[in-house]
């Protein structure tokens, strides 16, 4: 807004106006309002410009931060961050009443090119929709889409059940014998999954519910305040707050949801012989679990947080960097320095085995460094293969369990399979699409960053980097989970090249004999529903992968 002539203003309604500063608390968006005053203390009229800035400013709600327009000749310029401010403006009416409802409206209509320019940049309107709009039901939004979710897949699990029901297995299966030995066993596990499935979705659900209808975040973060004023700092340390914020949220919802993880390892996954762990080893993975992610996550909310300051408007560009430079660190620091701290890892032992996958290796010039055994039968009977590494430094890791339970020939069958993931570049891919997607995501979220009704809709009165990071995840899930199923349909087209890659090695057979065994070994569902499982697996079910091997001929 330039140039307003406030004493016109003045004129026309014939009493003082107060010009109300409202700020947000985010560096990088900074209310700046230049005004002329006429100073009584001197002859004449002397010029002086004050600026107001965010930073000045402790407490926007208050009129403490507003300023006469006696005082003021003339509004040189206002300029707000952004058009949200003048949805804040509606807010604070609403929200404060009693500050402002006996004050005089004035619309002013700014015309400027300046103005029009940047509401031009800032506004961001989707599909029509004005995402600042006061009173945007995002809360009743969010509501309703994770019940509609919850809806579908409990929709999808109950016809998943149905299939777990029946008696014989897939009609192309029912001539391999060791599946209709096992059948009823593979059905008898998937029925106790989905039961437990059935208990902890609808547990979920109702605590999401609970936790966005009461309205717990605020009443936490609030928490976390009074804690932090009791140790003596304000409340302006808003990182140190979010660190205290996110370690009692974590800290909550393990605890509440103690009970069925715990059911799950030592009742279902014992009953059908799965579980390997002790109450005493399971106590140790958590406190090792906290510790870790305590020792590495608080400081890389920190740092991201401090980004978010430090960068203002484009701060979305480089957390995403961050992000990528602090997922190199972490997949390079995590074979050495933290899987150790809850597997061993073994080298293979010389031998018949090491000479096949070596020569397999070199076969494809696969660049194998090392080529290691992980006791993963140290907690579960479920078994696995997968390789793992950058560049020229590439390790394959076999579970002692796979060893266990397939032959030699179907173990290098499993490796093949893996070395195809490799060769065809299935990692680099998935990589790449994650990484693009979170650049999308940091973008849209600095969309949001200053969304005060996004804000307020939650309950919240100030804006929190962290949390408005929370809050529009909350937002985002519709994207989050079209992303999600398009990820499990590119990884079961992967999955089928891969086992071409293995067939074309020339173990196709042993492929085959392989993936029976461990599905046969693991009980893996092999009577699935079609849609259940193109919604949740990321692998194909076992007769869509038999049938594949055996049509490539
Ligand atoms: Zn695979």
Same mark, same amino acid.
């Given at each position: 807004?330039?140039?307003?002539?406030?004493?016109?203003i003045?004129d026309e309604?014939?009493e003082?106006?107060h010009?109300?500063?409202p700020?947000?608390?985010?560096?990088?968006?900074?209310?700046?309002?230049q005004?002329?005053?006429?100073?009584?203390?001197?002859?004449?009229t002397k010029?002086?410009?004050?600026?107001?800035?965010?930073?000045?400013l402790?407490d926007s709600?208050?009129l403490?931060?507003s300023?006469?327009?006696?005082?003021?000749?003339?509004i040189?310029?206002l300029?707000?961050?952004?058009?949200?401010?003048?949805s804040?403006?509606?807010?604070?009416?609403?929200?404060y009443?009693?500050?402002?409802?006996n004050l005089?409206?004035?619309?002013?209509?700014p015309?400027s090119?300046?103005?029009?320019?940047?509401?031009?940049?800032?506004?961001m309107?989707i599909?029509?929709?004005?995402?600042?709009?006061?009173?945007?039901?995002?809360?009743?939004?969010?509501?309703?889409?994770?019940?509609?979710?919850?809806?579908?897949e409990?929709?999808?699990?109950?016809r998943?059940?149905?299939?777990l029901r029946?008696?014989?297995p897939p009609?192309?299966?029912?001539? !391999? /014998? $060791?599946?209709?030995?096992k059948?009823h066993k =593979?059905?008898?596990y998937?029925?106790?999954?989905?039961k437990? +499935? &059935?208990?902890s979705g609808?547990f979920g659900?109702?605590?999401?519910?609970w936790?966005?209808?009461?309205?717990?975040?605020?009443?936490l973060?609030?928490?976390?305040?009074?804690?932090?004023?009791?140790?003596?700092?304000?409340?302006d340390y808003?990182?140190?707050?979010?660190?205290?914020?996110?370690?009692?949220?974590t800290t909550?919802?393990?605890?509440?949801s103690l009970?069925?993880?715990?059911?799950?390892?030592?009742v !279902? /996954? $014992?009953r059908?012989g799965?579980n390997k762990m =002790?109450?005493g080893l399971?106590v140790?993975d958590?406190?090792? +679990? &906290?510790l870790i992610?305590?020792v590495i996550?608080?400081p890389?909310i920190?740092l991201?947080?401090?980004?978010?300051?430090?960068s203002?408007?484009n701060f979305?560009f480089?957390?995403w960097v961050?992000?990528?430079?602090?997922?190199?660190?972490?997949?390079?620091i995590?074979?050495t320095?933290?899987q150790p701290?809850?597997?061993?890892?073994?080298?293979?032992p010389?031998?018949e085995?090491r000479?096949?996958?070596?020569?397999?290796?070199?076969?494809?010039?696969f660049p194998?460094?090392?080529?290691h055994?992980?006791?993963?039968s140290?907690?579960s +009977?479920h078994?696995?293969a997968?390789?793992?590494?950058?560049?020229?430094?590439?390790?394959?890791?076999i579970?002692?369990t796979l060893i266990?339970?397939?032959?030699n020939?179907?173990?290098l069958?499993v490796v093949?399979?893996?070395l195809?993931?490799w060769?065809?570049?299935?990692?680099v891919?998935?990589?790449t699409?994650?990484?693009i997607?979170?650049?999308f995501?940091f973008?849209v979220?600095s969309q949001?960053?200053?969304?005060?009704?996004?804000y307020?809709?939650?309950g919240?009165?100030?804006?929190?980097?962290?949390i408005?990071?929370i809050l529009?995840q909350?937002?985002?899930?519709?994207?989050e989970n079209v992303v999600?199923?398009?990820?499990n349909?590119l990884?079961r087209k992967h999955?089928?090249?891969a086992d071409?890659?293995?067939?074309?090695?020339?173990y196709g057979?042993?492929?085959?004999t392989?993936?029976?065994k461990?599905q046969?070994k693991?009980?893996?569902?092999?009577?699935n529903d079609?849609?259940?499982?193109?919604?949740?697996?990321s692998?194909?079910?076992?007769?869509?992968?038999?049938n594949?091997?055996e049509?490539?001929?």
């Open positions: 807004i330039d140039g307003i002539d406030t004493q016109t003045i309604v014939d003082d106006i010009l109300l500063i700020t947000h608390h985010q560096k990088g968006i900074h209310e700046t309002l005004v002329e005053n006429d100073n009584d203390d001197d002859f004449g010029r002086y410009v004050e600026n107001y800035e965010s930073d000045d402790t709600s208050t403490e931060n300023v006469s327009l006696k005082e003021i000749t003339q040189q310029s300029s707000f961050g952004d058009i949200g401010s003048v804040h403006i509606d807010h604070l009416l609403s929200v009443p009693e500050h402002y409802q005089p409206t004035i619309n002013v209509t015309s090119p300046q103005f029009q320019e940047n509401k031009k940049e800032f506004a309107d599909l029509g929709l004005d995402l600042k709009a006061p009173g945007t039901p995002y809360k009743e939004f969010v509501l309703a889409f994770s019940w509609a979710v919850y809806i579908f409990q929709y999808l699990g109950v998943q059940y149905r299939k029946e008696p014989n009609k192309s299966l029912q001539d !391999i /014998e $060791e599946i209709r030995e059948f =593979t059905q008898e998937g029925l106790d999954k989905a437990f +499935g &059935f208990v609808l659900q109702v605590q999401s519910t936790i966005i209808v009461w309205d717990v975040l605020p009443w973060w609030n928490l976390s305040g009074e804690w932090l004023t009791y140790a003596g700092y304000g409340t808003e990182i140190t707050q979010s660190l205290i914020f996110t370690v009692t949220i909550m919802l393990y605890f509440i009970p069925l993880s715990l059911y799950y390892t030592f !279902i /996954e $014992e059908h799965f =002790t109450l399971f140790m958590t406190v090792k +679990g &906290f992610t305590g996550g608080l890389i920190a991201g947080l401090q980004i978010i300051k430090w203002g408007d979305y480089y957390v961050f992000m990528i430079i602090f997922n190199f660190i972490l997949l390079t995590y074979p320095l933290i701290l809850f597997n061993k890892v073994t080298p293979l010389e031998g085995l000479e096949q996958i070596e020569a397999l290796a070199a076969r494809i010039k194998l460094k090392k080529l055994v992980i006791d993963g140290k907690r +009977g078994s696995n997968y390789f793992y590494g950058f560049f020229k430094n590439k390790q394959i890791v579970y002692d266990e339970q397939a032959n020939e179907e173990i069958a093949g399979h893996e195809g993931h060769s065809l570049n299935h990692s891919k998935v990589l699409i994650y990484q997607h979170n650049l995501l973008f979220f949001f960053i200053s969304n005060t009704v996004l307020r809709s939650f919240f009165e100030t804006q929190p980097t962290l408005g990071f529009f909350f937002i985002y899930a519709p994207i999600a199923f398009l990820m349909i990884s999955e089928f090249e071409a890659f293995a067939k074309k090695l020339g057979k042993q492929l085959r392989g993936l029976i461990i046969i693991n009980l893996g569902n092999i009577n079609a849609w259940y499982s193109a919604y949740h697996f692998h194909p079910p076992l007769p869509e992968r038999l594949a091997l049509k490539m001929d």
